[in-house]
């Protein structure tokens, strides 16, 4: 069986030219040394590569955050290698495709044995073995989650010095596709040996993988060093380049100010940057610098409507507020043509995607007050709808690593108060935001999304056991309030069938379309800002960078001084 493939006010100003000029120095900083230097001081084969967030952990099931993944990517292999493009699968640590069973209970990997981790030691069938037994099942002893593109995992199996096997209770038709992702970047013994601080900033550098990079420095919280490996000879077999990579090192430097990472590339102080706003796009590009725009593959950029909490319930009301939305305008004002309209949960291109019909997420404000007279909703004195004494007051968490989530949140306050819906914005980071989101009544409707290039990946945003972003799963009491969508994503994830997998995903999507759970955005993409003198650079299947491949023309780089 072949597996399936804000706004600053003007008070802000002159913090952020200082931020700007902050960074640029810190740059400049880092990027001198002993070897010959390119504009802004920049060192040869030194990439500058700036960040909007830092990353929070690098221990792989939890990388799907993307300031993570960015890193992971780019330490650890996979025993899969994923195209970016055509979404196939293809060898990488493993020497071919995995035999799998007829029911995908089994999978038995031929695995590489001349390839070594960055402390030394060697990638064993053993070592691959432990890897994904800490990463199916987690380990609560150290804090270590398990990892939610596994599923009914059982054991891993040592067959041969060369051989591996893996053991599941229930078929497991997304686990080829898993063992390609980062997530699931493969560890040596001593890392895999950690407790959580292990992988936390500050650690960096002690976390060992067999990729083409290994982590040199860390000053925490603001900067890495990625230095290539010499010794590196185990690349994809699919990629036309092999061997050392083609950069010396790459400096990840935090940029939390969009501004400020915009200009440390107009001033030739960063190579390659990561979140470029829509509107930034055509000013980067009349200087001469590109944008690359990949798509993450997955569940599109959305509201999900925890359906459970009393002002909810009523599917009447999920659909006036949907109704209430102008997604156009949304898309017009704030966003660009690297940001398609979505037109279902799943990505176009995703796995398992199946368009629903317009008249679900469209734009009517007429229909909106209709449907909320229908379900009992009159207009208070100031405008906002009220019914037995409560207010249609909702709250939606600021999506900090989605693109421009709180110029979203603010457009939906301004569109939504016209159709008699008050939206708060949930103030807080990244983590009061994960937090946060646990509770509904402190966040009804959740802007999410989560890129993954399978079908598994509805349930991985759905599914009670693993995002749950609809809250349809009640972690105090273990209910689950629509037991049929949980049904239809448990199919998803165990039908051995590809065909009948992605039948499941459309029929899912048609079931939160059909009770409105959802209105889907757009299709979130990865935008980068790249120096024409970065070449070879490709995202990997779901947009994280991908370093591996790329090179510098140094001549170009010294003809923009």
Known sequence: MKPTTPRPTRRRRRPVRAAVAAVLVAVTALSACARPAGPAGAAE???TYLEPQFFNTLYPPAAGYYANGAVVNNIADRLLYQDPETLELSPWIATELPEVNDDATEYTFTIRTDVTYSDGSPLTAENVVRNFDLYALGDKSRSLTSSEQISNYSHGEVLAENRVRFHFDAPAPGFAQATSSF????????????????????SATGVSGSGPFVITGEKLGTELVLSAREDYDWAPPALAHQGRAGLDEVRYVLAGEESVRVGALTAGQADLVREVAAPEERHLEDRGIGIVSHGTNGMNNQLAFRFRHPL?????????????????EIMRTLFSASYPMAEAPMARTALGHRAQPEEAYA???ERSRELFAEAGWTPGEDGILVKDGRRMELTVNEAIAQPRSREVVTKLQEQLRRVGVEINL??????????????????????????RADVDVIRSLYHSETRNQLLNGDSADGSVGDEHLEKLLDAVASDPDAADRERLAGEAQDWVTENAYVLPLFEEPVVYGVQPWVKGFRPESIGRPSFYTVTLDNEAREAAK
């Not at 997530?183 to 500050?202: H, V």
């Not at 909810?312 to 156009?328: N, Y």
């Not at 989101?437 to 966040?443: F, G, H, P, Y």
């Open 45 to 47: 084969n030194s990439l």
């Open 183 to 202: 997530n699931a970047g493969l560890l040596s013994d001593a890392t895999l040996a950690k407790g959580n601080e292990g992988f936390s900033p500050g």
């Open 312 to 328: 909810l319930q009523d599917r009447r009301v999920r659909q006036a507020i949907i109704a209430g939305v102008d997604r156009g």
């Open 363 to 365: 734009f009517d404000p």
């Open 426 to 451: 949930n103030p807080g980071d990244n983590a009061t935001q994960k937090a946060d989101l646990l509770d509904q009544d402190k966040i009804q409707i959740a802007h999410t999304m989560v890129g």
